[in-house]
């Protein structure tokens, strides 16, 4: 019973590693793209609710104009913790209030716990802002013995498009 309760252990450890380095790395591209909301591609601050600034952030949110590679031109975009899932929403334009149905980016197999978003340096004219995001994630499989496996991922990220004036 040992062998299969530390069989089971490296599993859900596997797992954990796998979504979190899925999740991690998607949002990582995202954001990566991410423009000022500024009013070049759209309305100031329909996307984030600010008018120059790169992100909206909310408590488990972060909201941001992204490039869409399929259409070829910034959508607003949504990352959000909701029923321990992280979320994904895209809007058909630059708007938040387009914003479709959201679409899980975790699978069911892990439990979100948390996820915290600071933005630092978002402020017109200044030095390029960068995200960190932490996501504290559990396994959400059975075991015989516990603790239940859990891990925490925490990366920055900073756009490409560089907000630096001429």
């Known amino acids: 019973m040992s062998a299969v309760d530390a069989q089971q252990s490296v599993l859900q450890n596997q797992e954990l590693l796998n979504q979190g ?9 995202a954001i990566r793209m991410a423009l000022r909301d500024d009013g070049t591609v759209g309305s100031a601050g329909e996307c984030t609710g600010t008018s120059d600034k790169n992100y909206g952030v909310a408590s488990g949110s972060i909201t941001f ?8 031109d910034y959508k ?11 979320w994904e929403r895209k809007s058909i334009d ?14 069911s197999k892990v439990k979100i716990v948390s996820f ?48 630096i004036s001429d």
């Open 94 to 107: 630059t708007t938040a209030a387009n914003l479709q149905s959201a679409v899980e980016i975790t699978s």
């Open 76 to 86: 607003c975009k949504r990352f959000i913790l909701d029923n321990n899932k992280i």
């Open 21 to 29: 380095s899925y999740v991690t790395e998607y949002m990582d591209r």
């Open 116 to 163: 915290n978003v600071v933005v630092d340096g978002d402020v017109v004219d200044t030095n390029q802002p960068k995200v960190t995001f932490l996501i504290s994630m559990e396994s959400n499989s059975q075991r015989r013995l516990n603790p239940v496996p859990s891990m925490i991922f925490q990366t920055t990220v900073s756009q490409r498009n560089l907000n």
């Open 65 to 72: 104009l992204s490039y869409d590679i399929v259409a070829g």
